[in-house]
């Protein structure tokens, strides 16, 4: 591309379609606001500038921004589109170039689909450049008018369109192409006389031609990757849509996904080679897995690091933990956040962790609950351990030393230490530091009792 590239991605309004308290793009699709993804698309075809136009909960959308090199224009009220890019432009005042604008409730937009559109808005040596497609339901969308020759006349939005032109199928997907000279005029020719009383963006077609300038409608034959967000329906249908792009995408790369429709990955998720997928899954945020691991059904993993070779068996939930090489967990366990398995651990049924290491080689494969705890390598925690590590108002730590053994129904009340390679007997309260290689045991002595069960019978029958 010879000219230098701008995009302003319009993101102020509330939406209202989405009946919601929250701002429509910060609606996530595949566990991103739905926003991220045309700056994202900004990034990929490497804009010099990338401006995004905020208005409603302005914070929370410029917070979904941190990291990113985008400038940030604040639009105090929504008075429209045309008004919005005016707002965007204010921050690009010295740019000279081609101005992409993007939606951003059009989160399925490519990269290839706008360099698409940059490349036909070069070759026709066009001002200004409207992104179009062809649905089967135009409701909702602003129609292409082509006159004589075929060439765009004008776009009239749906509530300001007669019944002839409400049968036009070709419509505005709201991405355009604008020589940056031309939009810096045009932009404050625009009125507000419309059905919404605001400022469309879409009048600059009109406005364009009238100033004897040239503006080109680029058709794209995928209508799905340029739909907008307005409602929920149409969301849950962007979703559907970005999670098959996601699973085939990880399957090219060596996934497999026993059922992709039933597989739920977030946008940001990286697996490595031969890992395998279950029915059911979901796993969200920046979660890591590394090759050769397996996740069988029903797993629930967020922000979470496995390494090579995990398994991960049924329903189980994963959050904010790490898992390294070869380790197993589940079913039915559950890693709260700060969680961390170092190599080959094994953490099985109904057990629970909260802030805990584990170190190399340990298991607790029964019915435990382990919070706050420093546990060191090659240690067996026995079914039904408990670390008591909350007196109803603080928290305290318990700290296990390498090669310990753990028996059942042990409960350790923290604070407390076991020293390396000490013996915790079963059914023991452990409330004092246990030495290393010592053996803690704290029982009631067993008394048998030989003859009671038939003498109490004996007692029932003498009542009657
Ligand atoms: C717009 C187009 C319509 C097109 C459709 C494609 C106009 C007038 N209409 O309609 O032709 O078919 O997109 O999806 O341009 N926004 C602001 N500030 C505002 C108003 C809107 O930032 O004052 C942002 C919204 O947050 C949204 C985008 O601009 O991301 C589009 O606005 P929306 O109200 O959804 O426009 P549509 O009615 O869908
Ligand atoms: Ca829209």
Redesign the pocket.
């Known amino acids: 591309m010879s000219k230098d590239i701008a995009t302003i991605?319009?993101?102020?309004?509330?939406?209202r379609r989405m009946k919601s308290g929250l701002?429509?793009?910060l609606h996530c699709v595949a566990g991103k606001p739905m926003?991220l993804y045309p700056v994202a698309v900004a990034e990929e075809i490497s804009s010099a500038k990338i401006v995004v136009?905020?208005?409603?909960q302005a914070d929370s959308v410029q917070n979904a921004l941190t990291g990113k090199n985008v400038r940030v224009a604040l639009?105090a009220?929504?008075?429209?589109?045309?008004?919005?890019v005016r707002v965007g432009m204010d921050s690009l005042k010295d740019f000279k170039g081609t101005v992409v604008i993007l939606?951003?409730?059009?989160p399925l937009i490519t990269p290839e689909t706008v360099r698409g559109l940059l490349s036909s808005h070069e070759k026709e040596d066009a001002s200004l450049t409207v992104l179009t497609t062809e649905v089967d339901d135009p409701a909702?969308?602003?129609r292409i008018v082509r006159g004589a020759g075929g060439a765009i006349a004008r776009?009239v939005?749906?509530r300001d369109a007669d019944e002839v032109i409400k049968q036009i199928r070709e419509?505005?997907?709201?991405i355009y192409a604008f020589d940056s000279a031309l939009l810096s005029t045009v932009i404050y020719e625009i009125r507000s006389e419309n059905a919404?009383k605001?400022?469309?963006?879409?009048d600059s077609i009109e406005i364009g031609l009238r100033m004897g300038l040239k503006a080109f409608a680029y058709k794209t034959d995928d209508p799905q990757e340029?739909?907008?967000i307005?409602s929920r329906v149409e969301l849950s249908r962007a979703e559907g849509i970005m999670r098959r792009r996601i699973n085939d995408r990880h399957m090219l790369n060596g996934v497999s996904f026993i059922a992709p429709d039933n597989t739920y990955i977030d946008t940001d998720v990286s697996i490595g080679q031969d890992v395998t997928i279950y029915p059911g899954t979901v796993i969200k945020g920046s979660t890591s897995i590394s090759d050769g691991s397996t996740i069988y059904s029903n797993n629930r993993i967020v922000n979470s690091r496995m390494g090579a070779g995990v398994t991960i068996k049924d329903s189980c939930v994963i959050e904010d933990s790490s898992i390294g090489d070869g380790s197993q967990v589940g079913p039915f366990a559950h890693l709260r956040p700060g969680s961390t398995l170092e190599k080959n651990v094994r953490v099985g049924n109904y057990v629970e962790l909260k802030k805990s290491v584990m170190g190399d080689g340990s298991k607790a494969n029964h019915l435990t609950y382990l919070g706050d705890a420093e546990i060191g390598s090659g240690v067996n925690i026995g079914a039904g351990t408990i670390t008591c590590n909350y007196d109803g108002q603080e928290k305290f730590r318990t700290i296990i030393g390498d090669g310990v053994f753990i028996g059942s129904d042990v409960q350790l009340v923290a604070p407390v230490k076991v020293g390396d390679g000490a013996f915790v007997a079963a059914g023991t309260t452990v409330t004092k530091d246990v030495p290393p290689g010592a053996l803690a045991i704290s029982r009631i002595e067993q008394e048998n009792r030989v003859g009671w069960v038939e003498e109490r019978k004996k007692r029932k029958n003498k009542k009657q």
């Open positions: 991605i319009l993101a102020a309004g509330l939406g701002a429509k793009v926003f136009v905020v208005g409603h639009q009220k929504q008075d429209g589109t045309a008004d919005a939606c951003g409730d059009v909702g969308y602003g776009i939005e749906d419509v505005n997907t709201g919404q605001e400022f469309y963006l879409t340029v739909m907008g307005n």
